[in-house]
């Protein structure tokens, strides 16, 4: 590949030893590139030049284009070291800097995404934002042979204007970082936000607005539970309606699962091919959560299938879960998942070639538009109708197309192992293993938490973002806390191993005491102790993954009624004044805070199971637990068996619940006063039915 070639013939820059991917893609490039760090600056202000700042991803499409397209053009890369220090980052590793250029590019630009392209002055302020920048004008962009040559002049001539355009700029972001407590809020907030999430859903086919098509999990998440709390039909309609779309659209992999990072069309049959870890599992929460909601068997499917796929080619031999595979393979985005008609008929018998058509809308002249131009290719995306899966020839002819696929590139694997999205499958897998009494998927998410806690932590006890090729690095954000916390929380909730809950417990600690604002309240993206240019930011709405602060008041509630402790609580609800006067001029930006919410002002539900481990009827009473919709009740479990379980030291409300007549028992409380104990799981669901049906 012409990629290889590049890397024998020219000497290696400054990002050869990094272990990102994406940074060490780069290396071989004739830009100068740096790495972020103190020694880009000093040579910014030593040779008196502006920084072109470059964030990316390595399955980033445009991301590789610009790559290939410009910064490996020796024309292009001579302007750059001209004119510019250029640094490159890799925004998975440093999402604290693509975050606050991010708000830049918003400031600066009607466009952001990535590629980002920035340029800042000497100290790192912004005054130019941008994505993809191609190599010459094309489709109304100006090129960087045009444009850099201008900064030069600006930079040499106009210097003041320029810097005092990112001296506003600069303000302007760190005034957007100050976040003032509002009141409390209440279940009128939840009915503000289900009205503006039923407005801003496709009722024809299924997600959220009218042209691309992210899949939103979150949403789907807090729509599930206002269903639960209200009863309202059309929030569990909107609910299917996606969750059906998204699995019969092109946005989902027919033949080896998975699910594509986003479509550019509103009908869900024109994706972005990247998979990306976070995507796989925050979805397969919501199908489980669908799932147990409503007993359809294609939900639970659905949730399988994405998850196998993850197991089989985004999973480390050591647990570690890998981040994303790319959209590009041979250099050309989608190739390795669209088929001809005559490929289609090269595999397939005369019989099953004409099935296949049908059922996947295959066409002569290709049911798949170039994204740019508009045009037909030739070739075709796979996408079904409701119940075509359910054929009797269906898994033959996937088993064979899925063969054939296999002989070709696969797209390129980003193996960087991240806590935080790690955090997620954790959680997401311990799920599955409940919902769907598979221990398969536990066993995985406790490789995977074993992992983490084994080698992404320091001698002090403290995390690491990333790990790759045997190296583990970069300071820890407070999403890898709370991320990791959620999915530790959830692996208790499959084995009942209390060590679980001793690490989720701990890693707490050292989240609030490193990101917490004693002033103001919540968790900064930062420690304390970091030394950076950028001003410390708090992660307040959700993008496609949840912000820290939400995911961390949900972990703060479930902490608090699983031990009792009800200082957790009073953090939480903290953080939800902080977060209040914006979640009520945005409501669509908060999905996973407003699942919070819900849980916080629903009435509290503690079960308590005391059995014998993996007995018949210990297994009977979490069985109906695990297949119900109860999204606010936490679970513990005290072994009748030990004299002084674990379980007593987190939580000492436990500590005189036994069990009746040597049968399983369930203590069902609220606020820690408890129903009379019973040994019928019948009754016990009917307890936390009572519960819940209380005035809220």
Same mark, same amino acid.
């Given at each position: ?10 000497p ?20 100068d ?7 880009a600056?000093?040579?910014a ?27 490996s ?32 590019c ?25 994505t ?16 850099i ?31 003032l ?43 599930l ?9 059309h929030a ?11 699995r019969?659209?092109?946005?989902y ?9 986003y ?131 269906f ?75 045997g ?43 490193n ?7 919540? +968790?900064?993206?930062? /420690?304390?102790?970091?030394? =950076? @240019? #950028? ?5 307040? *709405?959700?993008? &496609?993954? %949840?912000?820290?602060n ?13 031990t009792?402790?009800h200082? +957790?609580?009073?953090? /939480?609800?903290?953080?939800? =004044? @902080? #977060? ?5 001029? *945005?409501?669509? &930006?908060? %999905? ?23 007995a ?36 000492e ?15 069902v ?13 019948a ?14």
């Amino acid at each position: 590949m012409a990629s290889s070639a590049r890397c024998e013939e020219r000497p290696a820059n400054r990002l050869k030893h990094e272990a990102s991917p994406y940074l060490l893609k780069h290396a071989t490039n004739p830009v100068d590139w740096y790495p972020w760090g103190e020694e880009a600056f000093a040579a910014a202000r030593e040779q008196d030049k502006p920084i072109l700042l470059s964030i990316g991803y390595l399955t980033c499409h445009w991301c590789n284009v610009m790559e290939e397209e410009s910064f490996s053009d020796p024309q292009v890369a001579a302007l750059i070291n001209d004119v510019f220090i250029p640094i490159k980052v890799d925004r998975e590793e440093r999402p604290d800097i693509d975050q606050i250029y991010m708000k830049a590019c918003h400031l600066l630009s009607p466009a952001c995404g990535w590629p980002l392209t920035l340029f800042l002055s000497q100290e790192g302020k912004p005054f130019y934002a941008g994505t993809y920048i191609p190599k010459e004008n094309r489709f109304g962009r100006i090129g960087l042979l045009n444009l850099i040559p201008r900064v030069k002049e600006l930079w040499a001539h106009e210097r003041e204007s320029v810097l005092k355009s990112a001296d506003s700029v600069n303000a302007a972001i760190i005034s957007s970082t100050i976040q003032l407590p509002g009141g409390d809020m209440n279940g009128s907030q939840l009915d503000a936000a289900f009205l503006a999430f039923a407005q801003d859903f496709d009722t024809q086919y299924g997600g959220f607005g009218r042209s691309s098509k992210f899949p939103k999990p979150l949403n789907l998440l807090f729509l599930l539970r206002y269903w639960n709390r209200t009863g309202n039909n059309h929030a569990l309609t909107i609910v299917d309606k996606t969750l059906e779309a998204m699995r019969q659209g092109a946005i989902y992999d027919h033949l080896g699962y998975g699910f594509h990072r986003y479509t550019t069309d509103r009908m869900w049959r024109l994706p972005h091919f990247e998979k990306m870890l976070y995507d796989q599992a925050l979805l397969a929460t919501a199908y489980l959560e669908a799932y147990q909601v409503t007993g359809h068997e294609k939900y639970a499917d659905t949730a399988k299938e994405v998850l196998d796929y993850v197991l089989q080619y985004m999973t480390a031999e050591n647990g570690g879960f890998y981040s994303a595979e790319s959209a590009d393979s041979e250099g050309v985005e989608g190739k390795f998942y669209l088929w001809s008609v005559k490929e289609i008929k090269n595999v397939l018998d005369q019989q099953e070639a004409a099935q296949a058509i049908r059922i996947f809308h295959i066409m002569e002249d290709g049911n798949y538009v170039e994204p740019v131009t508009g045009e037909k290719t030739g070739q075709n995306i796979l996408f079904i109708e409701q119940g075509a899966d359910k054929i009797a020839e269906f898994e033959k002819i996937r088993s064979k197309l899925l063969s054939a696929r296999n002989m070709r590139q696969r797209p390129e694997l980003d193996d960087k192992v991240l806590t935080d999205w790690n955090g997620l499958m954790i959680g997401a897998l311990a799920k599955a293993a409940q919902v769907l009494d598979q221990p398969q998927y536990g066993k995985a998410a406790k490789h995977g938490a074993q992992f983490i806690l084994h080698n992404l932590r320091s001698r002090e006890g403290k995390l690491f973002h990333r790990w790759r090729g045997g190296r583990a690095g970069l300071s820890p954000t407070a999403a890898d806390y709370s991320f990791m916390i959620w999915g530790l929380l959830e692996l208790y909730g499959w084995d009942f191993d209390p060590t679980w809950l001793q690490h989720a417990l701990g890693l707490h600690a050292d989240l609030v005491e490193n990101y917490w604002d004693e002033k103001l309240g919540g +968790f900064y993206l930062t /420690a304390h102790n970091t030394t =950076s @240019l #950028l001003p410390r930011i708090k992660e307040s *709405s959700d993008t &496609a993954i %949840p912000s820290s602060n939400a995911v961390s008041m949900y972990n703060l509630l479930k902490l608090s009624r699983l031990t009792g402790n009800h200082a +957790f609580e009073e953090m /939480a609800d903290t953080i939800s =004044s @902080l #977060l209040s006067p914006r979640v009520k001029d *945005s409501p669509l &930006a908060f %999905p996973m805070l407003l699942a919070t919410l819900d849980l916080a002002l629903s009435p509290s539900q503690e079960v308590v199971i005391v059995g014998l481990k993996h007995a018949d009827d210990t297994e009977k009473m979490l069985q109906a637990l695990r297949k119900n919709y109860v999204p606010n009740a936490v679970v513990l479990f005290k072994p009748a068996d030990e004299e002084n379980p674990a379980i007593n030291k987190y939580a000492e409300f436990t500590e005189f619940m036994s069990a009746i007549d040597n049968k399983a028992t369930a203590y069902v409380c609220t606020n820690f006063k408890c129903n009379f104990p019973t040994t019928d799981p019948a009754k016990m669901l009917e307890s936390l039915r009572t519960i819940s049906e209380k005035p809220r």
